[in-house]
C-alpha cells in the first residue's frame, strides 16, 4: 500500500490551525450511556471506570440474547443491580452478585418496576427510583461497586443474591459456593460458576448500617450459593453498600476495597469517575453539533469500558491455568473480544490510550504461556473460544510494528509460533497445511472463514518476522496467509467450500449467512460475499489480481453493495445492511474504505457517509449491531477523523473524509494531531483531491502531531 505524501492532499501546517480547543469542559455531558441499550447494541447504562473490573447497573432478566449486558432500555421491571457485566456481546457472562432493595419483608417476587422518568444515568454514575419508592444510585471505583439506597421507610430489606447470573444455556451456573456472613455488616466468600467460562470471583461485601436479621433464602433444584433477606433498621433512611471483588481471594477483595473506597462518600466517588472519565474524553476534541457529540463522545467512552483490567490493586490475578500470577505493572486485562477489536478499537488505543498497549500484549503473552496457546476470547481471564482465528496475533504484531518496547518480542513471536503450529481448539494446523485450505468434510462447520481467518494471522506473523529478520520464517507464514486463493471459485467470484477431494460445495447460495449455533455452515455470521473481503485486509493487490484487476475489483464491490438481501437474520450477522454490506458484525467494518483501491475512490467516501449517518444515532436504539467490546464504537470514531486501518497491523490508515470540520487528538507523548476539514459538505464529495485517494497515512507520521488538512 503505498504511502500519502503530506503534501499531497494532508498538509503539515504549523502555523495554521483555526479551532481552538475549549478549556476545561466536561465531556461527560456529552456521553448517553443509554445509546445502544434499545435493540442489538447490547449496551449498558450502569456506571464503571475505565478498562475497569466492575460494571454495577440494573438488570431486568438474567437470560436471553437481547439481554446479555443484562439490561433492554424498554423492559419495564429491574430485577435487582448485579456487578458485573460485558459491553455489547453476543453472549452473557457475569451478572454477579444481585442487590435488591424493597420495604415489604417477603421471600421471592422480588423483581420491581421502575419509574422510566427518574432513570438517570451518566459515566460513573446511575440512578432510578423503583415503583416501591426506593430510590437506588450507584457508582463505582475500578474494583469496587458502591450502592446508595433510599428508602421511603426506617425499615428497609435487601435481597443479596449469590445465586444470580447473566446466563447463556445453563439452567444453573453456581458449580459451588462458600459464603460467610461476619458481624452484622459483611457478607464475604466466593463463587465458582460455570457459563461462557469456567471461573472464580471473590468479593467482600460491607455496608455502613448493621442488619438486624439475615434470612437464608431456600434454595431451589440445582442451586449452590446462598440468597439472602438482610433487614436494617435505619434512622435516616439511607442504605449504602460497597461490593468489593477478586479473582483471587477474598483477602484479594478486601484489598481493594481498603485501597480503593476506605471511606464512605458518595458523591466524591462521583465526581472522581467524573474526573477520570473526563481524562479519557478529552483525548479526542471535535467542532460539531450537540447531537454529533453526543453520538462520538458515546462511542469513546463505550471504546474504553473493555477490556478489564482484573489484576487486584497488588498485581496479583487469577491465570487461565488457575494459578495465582503477578501482573507487569499490575495489569492484566480480560473480556478481550479479539474477534471483534483487533480491526479498529485495539490499532484505536495504539493512538489514543498507549499507555495501555503493552499491558494488553502482555496479558496475551501470559495467558498464551499459561493456556498453551494465545487468547481467543476471554472473560474473568478465562477463554470461552467461541470464535475462530488467533486474533491476539494482530494486536501483538499491531504494537511490535507500530514501536512498542513494553513487551518481549522473541517470547512473542515463540507463542504466537506456538499457537499457529500445535494443533487447539478452533485451528487445526496439520488439517490446514495438507490440503491449503479447511475442508468442508473434515470439519463440522466454518471451514471457509477458519481458513481466510487464519490469513490474517499467518500474514501478520510474517510480517513481524520479516523485520526481526527472520526470512525464512517469514516466507513460510506469507506462504500460508495465501491460501485463501485456494478457495477462490472463478466462476462465482466467491471463497467458497470445497471438500478433501478438491470438489466445490453444492449447493451453494453466496447470499445464505450461516453461524454455527444458529445454521451451521462455511461462514462465521456471515455470507460467502460478506467473507470474500477477508484477505483484503492484507492482500489487497492479491485479491485484485484474483478478480483480474482494478476493473473487476470495483464491480466486485459495486455488487456487493448493491444485491439484495435474502431474509436478514440479526442473529447470523445481517444488521445494518447496504446490499450485502452488513455493518452489525465485523467482518464488513473494512469493507467500504476498499473503494480507495478500485476505479471508484468516491463512492468510497459517499458509503462512509451513508454508515455514519445511518447506523448511529443518539437514541437508545442509535446503535444497530453489538458494540461487542467498542468495536462498533472504534469504527464510528475513526470515520469522524477521515481515516481507518484497513489492514490492522501495517500501521497505514487509509484515507476517508472527515465527518467534521476539525479535531484535535490527543497522542499520549504530550503531542497532538489537529485535522481540518476544508472539503465543503454541502456541495458533496467531489473536491476531494483523487490524485490521493489511493494512498494511505502512516501511524509513524500521526505520531509526530502537528496539522492535518483535507482539502
Known amino acids: 500500500m503505498k504511502r500519502l505524501s503530506y503534501f499531497l492532499v494532508l498538509f503539515m501546517v504549523v502555523c495554521f490551525f483555526s479551532f481552538k480547543e475549549e478549556k476545561q469542559v466536561d465531556y461527560t455531558q456529552y456521553v448517553s450511556t443509554f445509546i445502544g441499550t434499545d435493540g442489538t447494541g447490547h449496551s449498558f447504562p450502569g456506571p464503571c471506570l475505565p478498562f475497569g473490573m466492575v460494571q454495577p447497573g440494573p438488570d431486568n432478566v438474567n437470560q436471553g440474547w437481547d439481554y446479555t449486558s443484562g439490561y433492554q432500555y424498554k423492559d419495564s421491571m429491574i430485577a435487582g443491580f448485579s456487578q458485573t457485566r460485558a459491553n455489547g456481546t453476543g453472549i452473557s457472562e457475569f451478572g454477579d452478585i444481585l442487590l435488591q432493595p424493597f420495604t415489604v419483608d417477603k421471600k421471592d417476587n422480588f423483581g420491581s418496576s421502575y419509574l422510566k422518568e427518574t432513570e438517570k444515568a451518566s459515566p460513573g454514575y446511575y440512578?432510578?427510583?423503583?415503583?416501591?419508592?426506593?430510590?437506588?444510585?450507584?457508582?463505582?471505583?475500578?474494583?469496587?461497586?458502591?450502592?446508595?439506597?433510599?428508602?421511603?421507610?426506617?425499615?428497609?430489606?435487601?435481597?443479596?443474591?449469590?445465586?444470580?447470573?447473566?446466563?447463556?444455556?445453563?439452567?444453573?451456573?453456581?458449580?459451588?459456593?462458600?459464603?460467610?456472613?461476619?458481624?452484622?455488616?459483611?457478607?464475604?466468600?466466593?463463587?465458582?460458576?460455570?457459563?461462557?467460562?469456567?471461573?472464580?470471583?471473590?468479593?467482600?461485601?460491607?455496608?455502613?448500617?448493621?442488619?438486624?436479621?439475615?434470612?437464608?433464602?431456600?434454595?431451589?433444584?440445582?442451586?449452590?450459593?446462598?440468597?439472602?433477606?438482610?433487614?436494617?433498621?435505619?434512622?435516616?433512611?439511607?442504605?449504602?453498600?460497597?461490593?468489593?471483588?477478586?479473582?483471587?481471594?477474598?483477602?484479594?477483595?478486601?484489598?481493594?476495597?481498603?485501597?480503593?473506597?476506605?471511606?464512605?462518600?458518595?458523591?466524591?466517588?462521583?465526581?472522581?469517575?467524573?474526573?477520570?472519565?473526563?481524562?479519557?474524553?478529552?483525548?479526542?476534541?471535535?467542532?460539531?453539533?450537540?447531537?454529533?457529540?453526543?453520538?462520538?463522545?458515546?462511542?469513546?467512552?463505550?471504546?474504553?469500558?473493555?477490556?478489564?483490567?482484573?489484576?487486584?490493586?497488588?498485581?496479583?490475578?487469577?491465570?487461565?491455568?488457575?494459578?495465582?500470577?503477578?501482573?507487569?505493572?499490575?495489569?492484566?486485562?480480560?473480556?478481550?473480544?479479539?474477534?471483534?477489536?483487533?480491526?479498529?478499537?485495539?490499532?484505536?488505543?495504539?493512538?489514543?490510550?498507549?499507555?495501555?498497549?503493552?499491558?494488553?500484549?502482555?496479558?496475551?503473552?501470559?495467558?498464551?504461556?499459561?493456556?498453551?496457546?494465545?487468547?481467543?476470547?476471554?472473560?474473568?481471564?478465562?477463554?470461552?473460544?467461541?470464535?475462530?482465528?488467533?486474533?491476539?496475533?494482530?494486536?501483538?504484531?499491531d504494537a511490535y510494528m507500530k514501536g512498542f518496547k513494553g513487551f518481549d518480542a522473541n517470547t512473542a513471536m515463540d507463542q504466537m509460533i506456538q499457537s499457529t503450529t500445535v494443533n487447539h481448539i478452533n485451528s487445526n494446523w496439520?488439517?490446514?497445511?495438507?490440503?491449503?485450505?479447511?475442508?468442508?468434510?473434515?470439519?463440522?462447520?466454518?471451514?471457509?472463514?477458519?481458513?481466510?481467518e487464519h490469513g490474517v494471522d499467518d500474514y501478520c506473523i510474517a510480517l513481524m518476522a520479516e523485520k526481526m529478520g527472520k526470512k525464512a520464517l517469514a516466507k513460510k507464514y506469507y506462504h500460508r496467509a495465501s491460501f485463501y486463493k485456494n478457495l477462490f471459485d472463478t466462476s462465482t467470484k466467491q471463497m467458497r467450500g470445497k471438500d478433501s477431494k478438491g470438489q466445490w460445495r453444492n449447493p451453494f447460495n453466496p447470499l445464505m449467512a450461516t453461524s454455527p449455533m444458529n445454521n451451521p455452515g462455511d461462514y462465521t455470521e456471515a455470507n460467502a460475499w460478506q467473507y470474500f473481503w477477508t484477505p483484503a485486509q492484507y492482500d489487497v493487490k492479491g485479491v485484485t489480481q484474483l478478480l483480474q484487476g482494478k476493473k473487476g475489483l470495483t464491480e466486485q464491490l459495486d455488487s456487493f453493495f448493491s444485491i439484495k438481501s435474502l431474509d436478514p437474520n440479526k442473529h447470523l450477522g445481517q444488521e445494518a445492511m447496504i446490499g450485502q454490506y452488513a455493518h452489525g458484525n465485523e467482518p464488513s467494518h473494512h469493507i467500504a474504505y476498499l473503494y480507495a483501491f478500485s476505479e471508484k475512490p468516491l463512492k468510497g467516501k459517499d458509503l462512509i457517509q451513508q454508515i455514519y449517518q445511518q447506523f448511529y444515532g443518539a437514541s437508545p436504539s442509535g446503535m444497530i449491531g453489538n458494540d461487542d467490546c467498542g468495536q462498533m464504537s472504534a469504527w464510528y470514531i475513526f470515520a469522524t477523523l477521515g481515516f481507518y486501518p484497513v489492514n490492522p497491523v501495517m500501521g497505514d490508515f487509509v484515507l476517508g473524509m472527515p465527518q467534521v470540520a476539525n479535531a484535535l487528538v490527543r497522542l499520549g507523548n504530550q503531542k497532538t494531531l489537529h485535522i481540518t476539514n476544508q472539503l465543503n459538505h454541502n456541495q458533496g464529495l467531489t473536491k476531494f483531491n483523487e490524485k490521493a485517494i489511493h494512498t494511505s497515512i502512516n501511524y509513524h507520521d500521526l505520531k509526530k502531531g502537528g496539522n492535518l488538512v483535507f482539502q
Open 127 to 397: 440512578a432510578v427510583t423503583l415503583k416501591n419508592k426506593v430510590h437506588v444510585a450507584l457508582t463505582c471505583t475500578e474494583r469496587v461497586a458502591y450502592h446508595q439506597y433510599t428508602y421511603p421507610t426506617n425499615t428497609g430489606y435487601l435481597l443479596v443474591d449469590l445465586q444470580h447470573g447473566l446466563r447463556f444455556i445453563t439452567d444453573s451456573l453456581v458449580l459451588e459456593s462458600n459464603v460467610q456472613i461476619e458481624g452484622n455488616n459483611t457478607i464475604s466468600g466466593y463463587c465458582h460458576t460455570k457459563n461462557w467460562v469456567n471461573r472464580k470471583y471473590f468479593f467482600t461485601i460491607v455496608f455502613n448500617h448493621t442488619f438486624s436479621q439475615a434470612t437464608l433464602l431456600e434454595r431451589k433444584a440445582k442451586e449452590a450459593a446462598p440468597r439472602y433477606v438482610l433487614q436494617f433498621d435505619l434512622k435516616n433512611q439511607i442504605l449504602e453498600t460497597k461490593i468489593a471483588l477478586s479473582t483471587v481471594s477474598v483477602a484479594g477483595a478486601i484489598q481493594n476495597l481498603n485501597k480503593e473506597l476506605p471511606n464512605w462518600d458518595f458523591t466524591k466517588t462521583v465526581n472522581k469517575g467524573k474526573q477520570i472519565w473526563n481524562s479519557y474524553l478529552n483525548r479526542i476534541v471535535i467542532d460539531a453539533d450537540n447531537t454529533q457529540k453526543t453520538i462520538f463522545y458515546s462511542c469513546l467512552y463505550r471504546l474504553f469500558i473493555q477490556p478489564s483490567n482484573i489484576a487486584d490493586v497488588d498485581g496479583k490475578y487469577r491465570g487461565a491455568d488457575d494459578s495465582i500470577r503477578i501482573a507487569k505493572n499490575g495489569e492484566y486485562y480480560s473480556t478481550l473480544s479479539l474477534w471483534d477489536t483487533y480491526r479498529a478499537a485495539n490499532p484505536l488505543y495504539t493512538l489514543i490510550a498507549p499507555e495501555r498497549v503493552n499491558g494488553i500484549v502482555n496479558t496475551l503473552i501470559e495467558h498464551s504461556k499459561a493456556a498453551g496457546f494465545l487468547p481467543i476470547w476471554t472473560a474473568w481471564g478465562q477463554d470461552n473460544y467461541c470464535m475462530i482465528g488467533n486474533h491476539a496475533i494482530p494486536v501483538i504484531v
Open 430 to 452: 496439520s488439517l490446514l497445511e495438507k490440503y491449503g485450505y479447511y475442508p468442508f468434510d473434515s470439519l463440522d462447520n466454518e471451514a471457509v472463514s477458519r481458513t481466510l
